[in-house]
């Protein structure tokens, strides 16, 4: 595979149960983030890393914990999640970080909160 | 603070030129993106320009940047319906990683 993949492409889950999104790069990237697109507000940017350490949290909610385990990958962990949470969750990745940030996006995770 | 705007919605006809427009507040913005998203899909980046330029060409797509107005535009010659899709318009700071989104204009192409 090449680029940027995540999995699942869809996901439905009720509000007590715990998932993860898992988000993989092929492109030997330093950083990698993720990002919140819902229907009705501009694409938010949630969690940056840079060379597996987190540098920025937008004030996300703890329901939301990211973890990144090496520069290739990237998981976010969802539990107790609310409705309003429903988007597509979009990873990114970019060579490295403060140049000119040319990220490269995978192909979403369309969640569902019922 | 950080704003980029972008009008919704862009309809054209197949073959004509197309022109998308967007408006960021922040003057020392210094990298500014254009992103295509198609439907079901990831962004894909199109083209980028630095703040010290006024114009980019690659191919069929012609950025412009006016940094006084604080203005950037893309034009899409020869429009296809392949091109039909969501625009976003972004920018970054010389440091630091984080891009700041426009709310994307949906272009529609008409055969």
């Known amino acids: 595979e090449t680029g940027v993949t995540q999995t699942p492409r869809h996901l439905v889950m009720g509000m007590t149960n715990k998932k993860s999104l898992k988000c993989e790069q092929h492109l030997g990237h330093n950083a990698m983030y993720w990002y919140k697109q819902s229907a009705k507000k501009p694409l938010e940017l949630m969690f940056v890393?840079?060379?597996?350490?987190?540098?920025e949290n937008n004030s996300v909610p703890s329901r939301f914990s990211p973890d990144c385990p090496n520069s290739s990958h990237l998981f976010l962990h969802l539990h107790t999640l609310q409705p309003e949470d429903s988007a597509l969750y979009l990873c990114a990745s970019s060579q490295d970080p403060g140049t000119s940030n040319e990220q490269f996006f995978g192909p979403g995770t369309r969640l569902t909160v019922l | 603070g950080e704003d980029v705007e972008q009008s919704l919605f862009l309809s054209v006809r197949e073959g004509d030129s197309s022109v998308i427009n967007c408006t960021y507040t922040d003057s020392s913005s210094t990298y500014l993106y254009w992103y295509k998203q198609e439907p079901g899909a990831g962004l894909q980046l199109l083209t980028y320009i630095f703040s010290n330029m006024d114009m980019k060409q690659d191919q069929r797509l012609t950025v412009l940047l006016n940094k006084k107005d604080k203005h950037l535009s893309l034009r899409i010659a020869d429009t296809q319906t392949g091109d039909s899709a969501i625009y976003f318009c972004?920018?970054?700071?010389?440091?630091?990683?984080?891009?700041?989104f426009g709310g994307g204009t949906r272009v529609l192409v008409k055969p």
């Open positions: 972004a920018e970054s700071k010389a440091a630091g990683n984080k891009l700041t």
């Open positions: 890393y840079n060379f597996k350490e987190q540098t």
